[in-house]
């Protein structure tokens, strides 16, 4: 079967770094996403990745390593805003979209 | 701007009681998909049109029903809502079908109560 995994839920502070990791098991690939989910709103892309490395944009960062079904979001200078679910979700061989769970962010002060 | 529009945004129905929530996209995108999502669960697709084509995805209860009159509308029908209907429902568009590069536009979704 396919499957995404992302931790639960993560704590950080005001004005630290956080990686949120997603590993990933599907038939094929065609690029992986992540979007940010306020709590009772819809999500929002945040980043695309379908090759190998790490893409930059503002204090968001995410990586892919398609051999290791692995990837990972950066969060730098974390805001009070950033607050919310983030997920992954991957497109495979077929162009179907599998979505993750999510990772609950907790910002603290 | 461009966007995807959901109406009602809350709407509380009573067990059995068919509901019909509403979508509609300024985006001219060909591909639209209706999603249900549960508290803490990743969201689970439910149908999704390539223009008029639709796809129904094999575990979608048959109490789901859709429809798309033209480009820029679709609509979700429930047609006898369960206590475990209770979710929110996203509508997406997206561009050119296959591509693995389709960003998904989310509404800003529908959030049903069944008493």
């Known amino acids: 079967g396919q499957n995404i995994d992302q931790p639960t839920e993560m704590t950080a502070t005001e004005g630290a770094i956080v990686q949120i990791n997603c590993t990933y098991q599907?038939?094929?690939?065609?690029?992986l996403f992540w979007y940010q989910q306020h709590a009772g709103e819809a999500p929002t892309f945040l980043s695309y990745?379908?090759l190998d490395g790490l893409e930059e944009k503002g204090r968001f960062s995410s990586f892919l390593s398609r051999s290791k079904g692995y990837s990972y979001l950066l969060l730098k200078e974390l805001q009070m805003k950033d607050s919310a679910s983030y997920l992954c979700?991957?497109?495979?061989?077929?162009?179907?979209?599998?979505w993750g769970a999510g990772t609950k962010l907790i910002i603290k002060p | 701007d461009a966007m995807v529009i959901q109406n009602p945004r809350y709407q509380v129905t009573q067990f059995g009681k068919p509901v019909t929530l509403s979508c509609s996209q300024t985006?001219?995108?060909?591909?639209m998909y209706w999603y249900q999502q549960k508290s803490s669960q990743a969201p689970k697709l439910l149908f999704h049109y390539y223009d008029k084509d639709f796809n129904n995805e094999a575990d979608t209860p048959d109490n789901f029903q859709s429809r798309r009159p033209n480009t820029s509308f679709c609509f979700l029908d429930i047609r006898s809502p369960g206590l475990g209907d209770a979710a929110m429902y996203l509508c997406?568009?997206?561009?050119?079908?296959?591509?693995?590069?389709?960003?998904?536009?989310f509404g800003a979704g529908s959030r049903l109560t069944v008493l």
């Open positions: 979700a991957v497109t495979d061989s077929n162009y179907q979209l599998i």
């Open positions: 599907t038939s094929g690939f065609n690029g």
């Open positions: 997406a568009t997206s561009g050119t079908g296959t591509s693995g590069a389709n960003v998904l536009t």
């Open positions: 990745n379908v």
């Open positions: 985006l001219n995108h060909n591909v």
